[in-house]
């Protein structure tokens, strides 16, 4: 009898494991994952303009039943998606190392950036605003309001992944009084604090305390823009927090350690990088990151500094965290 071509083979328990534990990140069957990665990735792959190979192409087995057992006999392309979807990476345009010391013209340009996720937060050149990446497009707050970017802007730091709402795990959250009450809560859902989260949460919120920083000129250490920044006050709105947990060992010197979120209204016209917040009532996303990819500069001034690496995590935090 000839081989059907979408034949199954006997995982390896490693990998039968690593699959159930993905499943698991996101407290969904991992049959039923299985099954939605393969659509997921086909058009993931065309909303980033990627060309899809012609092994995806020629896909056709989607014979799973609903247990976990069927994983004992998945094909092997399924077994290939769902690994990939366990890896998608953070991906960081220039470490924040480079903008904690004043380096703050970045080689990248934000459509770029794009590419690598939909997801995601950041800033501009010269420290220009607060940038907010949510279902692909790039949202810039910065002192006149929020516009949105044409992608040919360039930019010393952005962090994105590519999320998925299907690919996280969904939880609902509980009034809380300030964002420390709302971190506390999500690091409740986390399963590990040694990994990176990307978060999403839509909400209405009682009062968000946001903030955009001003282009600075030249050569300014982070630590010493707080004094041109531009600070909001919005009540009674609706709106998303996108944001990342992102372990002290990642952050630091590549990312923001800790919890980081930009705000973003419901309607587009409002936002920044959040100082504080009470909120009412809100749905959160939290997909569970186990890789990053950091794309280091090529530029002179960043291969010439002597980073001080030992300060950037006390200065981060001044930066990042409401003084008042
Ligand atoms: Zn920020």
């Known amino acids: 009898m000839a081989e059907e071509s979408h034949s199954t083979i006997k995982l390896k328990p490693a990998t039968f494991h690593r699959l159930q534990d993905f499943a698991a990140s996101v407290g969904r069957p991992a049959a039923e994952l299985a099954e939605e990665a393969i659509d997921r990735f086909l058009s993931e ?23 976990g057992a069927a994983l004992q006999s998945m094909s092997s392309q399924q077994i290939k998606f769902m690994r990939q979807q366990s890896l998608v990476p953070l991906y960081i345009a220039e470490p924040i190392i480079g903008i904690v010391d004043g380096l703050l013209q970045g080689d990248h340009s934000v ?8 997801l995601g937060l950041g800033t501009l050149n010269g420290l220009d605003g607060e940038v907010v990446v949510l279902d692909g497009v790039a949202y810039h707050q910065g002192a006149e309001g929020v516009k949105v970017l044409t992608g040919s802007e360039r930019t010393p730091f952005m962090s994105v992944t590519l999320f998925s709402k299907a690919r996280s795990k969904q939880v609902e959250l509980s009034p809380v009084g300030d964002l420390q009450g ?3 809560q999500l690091k409740g859902h986390f399963r590990s604090t040694n990994v990176v989260y990307a978060l999403l949460i839509e909400g209405s919120f009682l009062y968000v305390k946001s903030r955009a920083v001003c282009k600075q000129e030249g050569s300014v250490r982070l630590k010493d ?6 600070v909001r006050e919005h009540t009674d709105e ?10 002290p060992f990642v ?16 309607d587009r016209q409002r936002g920044g990088h959040v100082l504080q917040l009470r909120m009412e009532q809100g749905t959160g996303w939290l997909q569970e990151i186990h890789r990053a990819q950091v794309d280091l500069p090529f530029r002179g001034d960043f291969l010439d500094s002597a980073l001080l690496t030992s300060q950037a995590s ?11």
Not at 225 to 230: I, K, L, T, W, Y
């Open 251 to 266: 952050g630091s010197n590549l990312n923001v350690p800790g919890f980081h979120f930009h705000f973003l209204s419901a």
């Open 238 to 247: 609706s709106g998303v927090l996108v944001g990342f947990w992102c372990p």
């Open 45 to 67: 792959q065309q909303d980033l303009q990627w060309k899809p190979s012609s092994e995806l192409e020629a896909l056709s087995s989607r014979e799973l039943s609903q247990d």
């Open 225 to 230: 823009v707080a004094g041109s920044q531009v």
């Open 314 to 324: 006390a200065d981060l935090r001044a930066a990042e965290q409401d003084r008042s």
């Open 182 to 184: 709302l971190e506390g």
């Open 111 to 118: 459509a770029e950036v794009l590419r690598k996720g939909n």
